[in-house]
């Protein structure tokens, strides 16, 4: 259990200096080189610290210190929940900050800068790391010391198995963070804590799930066993391979590559109504002219008028008192215009 607390000593150290960091760094610097750098390399420290120092309890711990796998999923649950309440929007992971560029969130240079400071940050935890292990607190520690020199190759099964294995890790990865990239971080950061715990425990006797270009090239690159071109397959081209998949298959394309979708048809949420169609200006010019030829055409022609309920195209019906409609016509409004006798002049 000394080796546990001494670790669990390192794991918290680590964060509030971290923490520190950013705090002082974005008190000091203007927003852009906060966001930009110091904010990613501080993040990229923190997790390449916490991630080789349980690398040692995960390969001495069982044997050395009697950890259970039980309890290494548990620390990794927990760091990856203090990893996303304190990085303050930092992604610490080349493969997320290339996914930004492809969705046009990020510019080139930022990226760029973005990239550089992870790599730095990795690297100073490496270092910072090793420094601690050399004062040796642990039993852990001294047999990290010993084995430094020849250490083992966290990729245990072959090359094409093993990109396929950090490809489907990253795609997992990235398709999550693009469905919870809205959400409340007290959903989001659980979630994927919870994610990442999952892919470590399926994938780790493999490869380790790092899914993580930085992170791999720090932990395992210079280790024997494999060429640097067959860790870059792995580690490199697997997680890429698999965070591009992931943003073809949510979003249907590459926004800064192309617009067009090749995934998904793009569905007009506004439905034309279907009906007749408009009249246009020759179709109104050629009623009104049929209107009237067919009015000149009745004028010398009388219609009878009493009974008679139907009315053409160009006859609109006026409402009366009667209980039908009436026609105006010339011989109507005559025969309404007409004097008529009353019934005592006929009775004289």
């Avoid at 004062?135 to 430094?148: C, G, P, R």
């Avoid at 800064?256 to 109504?273: A, V």
């Avoid at 200006?281 to 004028?299: I, W």
Wanted: aromatic share 8%; glycine share 10%; charged share 15%.
């Amino acid at each position: 259990m000394a080796g546990l607390n001494v670790s669990l000593s390192f794991f918290l150290g680590t964060i509030a200096l971290c923490q520190a960091a950013r705090r002082a760094s974005k008190a000091l610097l203007p927003a852009g080189a906060y966001n930009g750098f110091a904010r990613e390399a501080a993040g990229a420290a923190q997790l390449g610290a916490c991630c080789l120092e349980l690398r040692v309890l995960v390969e001495l711990g069982p044997w050395a210190g009697g950890f259970g796998p039980d309890l290494l999923l548990t620390l990794l649950f927990l760091l990856f929940l203090a990893h996303g309440a304190t990085f303050d929007g930092a992604s610490a992971n080349p493969a997320v900050s290339l996914q930004e560029l492809l969705l046009a969130e990020a510019s080139v240079p930022s990226t760029l800068l973005k990239l550089v400071a992870q790599a730095l940050g990795v690297q100073a935890a490496c270092t910072l790391t090793q420094l601690y292990w050399a004062w040796e607190l642990s039993d852990l520690h001294m047999l990290q010391n010993l084995m430094a020199a020849h250490c083992s190759s966290a990729l245990r099964t072959t090359v094409l198995h093993g990109a396929l294995v950090e490809g489907a890790c990253a795609f997992f990865f990235h398709l999550t963070l693009l469905r919870l990239q809205h959400s409340l971080p007290i959903y989001r950061v659980p979630a994927v804590a919870l994610l990442v715990t999952i892919l470590a425990y399926t994938a780790g006797p493999l490869t380790s799930a790092f899914f993580n270009p930085a992170l791999a090239a720090s932990v395992t690159f210079h280790c024997s066993g494999h060429t640097l071109l067959e860790y870059a397959q792995v580690y490199w081209l697997g997680p890429l391979t698999g965070m591009v998949l992931a943003v073809l298959l949510y979003h249907g394309h590459l926004p800064r590559l192309f617009q067009r979708n090749l995934l998904y048809s793009q569905k007009n949420k506004y439905r034309t109504p279907r009906g007749k169609p408009a009249p246009g200006p020759g179709d109104t010019q050629m009623s009104a002219e049929g209107c009237r030829v067919q009015e000149s055409g009745q004028r010398g022609v009388g219609r009878q008028l009493l009974g008679s309920s139907g009315h053409g195209p160009c006859e609109r019906p006026v409402r009366g008192r009667g209980p039908g409609p009436r026609l105006r016509t010339p011989e109507l409004r005559e025969h309404q215009n007409r004097p008529h006798s009353s019934p005592e002049t006929i009775c004289q």
